[in-house]
């Protein structure tokens, strides 16, 4: 069993930065895939990013690719999405989510574990 808690969310202005941890509880947490994903209000949740296991491969959502950078700490049992040349549209709830396979996916699916969420919101 694993249990993710994020923080790192809150107010941005347009071309800010954030960043977002996933702390997550569990010795399995080095041996599974983890994924970013958001909802804004009346939209259906988005990828954002995924990275692998071990940390060395990585996939981005189209939207946010070349601003958006995950990563993870194994040894801390803590992801990471970095957020750069953050937009008003970026605002949503982002959720990470984890496991149960090594290998990253997009699809939410594809996730058993997930986080409560943690808002980020960018004016203009």
């Known amino acids: 069993q694993v249990q993710l808690v994020e923080s790192g969310g809150g107010l941005a202005q347009a071309g800010g930065s954030l960043r977002l941890s996933c702390a997550a509880s569990?010795?399995?947490?080095?041996?599974?895939?983890m994924g970013w994903f958001r909802q804004a209000p009346g939209k259906e949740r988005e990828f954002v990013a995924a990275i692998n296991w071990s940390g060395d491969t990585t996939y981005y959502g189209a939207a946010v690719k070349g601003r958006f950078t995950i990563s993870r700490d194994n040894a801390k049992n803590t992801g990471y999405l970095q957020m750069n040349s953050l937009k008003p549209e970026d605002t949503a709830v982002y959720s990470c989510a984890a496991g149960p396979q090594p290998r990253m996916v997009s699809y939410a699916r594809g996730y058993n574990y997930w986080g409560q969420g943690t808002q980020v919101t960018v004016s203009s």
């Open positions: 569990g010795r399995t947490f080095s041996t599974y895939a």
